[in-house]
């Protein structure tokens, strides 16, 4: 993890042309950096494995049943699962929020090698921080028949 991400610092970016890149950039990851704790605690050092992960999720599921007696002992049971149920009770609640899914997160692409200075440059590729995974984030309710005889 760069200490400084700033231009003449740690790490050195290009465009996707291969131009020096501008202030504007190293800003973007200085950010991304500051934004993420446990990127910011480990600058100048090789990140420690499996040190930042997606937030926690919860998620809380709930099932109404019914039965109701018919002839000879037979039963007709109704029920309804619901999946996600705090998202039902308020909006913000039960969302997945991740970074990306994949094992590893690739900051920062490798564009080329600078000889000066005996050390790669690279193209910024940051991630989307703390997206909401639409489906997972929804609630949903499944509602079931069943005829027991």
């Known amino acids: 993890m760069p200490r400084s991400a700033a231009l003449g610092g740690d790490v050195g970016l290009v465009d996707s042309l291969g131009s020096p890149a501008l202030a504007s950039e190293y800003a973007q990851l200085d950010a991304f950096i500051q934004a993420e704790p446990c990127l910011r605690a480990q600058r100048g050092r090789i990140l420690a494995r499996n040190s930042c992960r997606n937030p926690w999720f919860g998620t809380l599921n709930a099932r109404l049943t019914r ?19 705090l998202n039902l009770i308020r909006r913000r609640w039960g969302q997945d929020r991740v970074t990306t899914l994949a094992p590893s997160v690739p900051l920062l692409k490798l564009a080329g090698y600078d000889a000066l200075y005996g050390r790669g440059v690279y193209q910024l590729a940051l991630p989307g921080r703390n997206q ?16 027991g005889f």
Do not use: M
């Not at 007696?69 to 996600?84: F, K, R």
């Not at 909401?132 to 005829?147: H, N, T």
């Open 132 to 147: 909401i995974q639409d489906f997972e984030s929804r609630w949903r309710v499944e509602l079931g028949l069943r005829y």
């Open 67 to 85: 039965a109701f007696p018919t002839a000879a002992g037979q039963s007709l049971e109704l029920t309804a699962d619901v999946y996600n149920l």
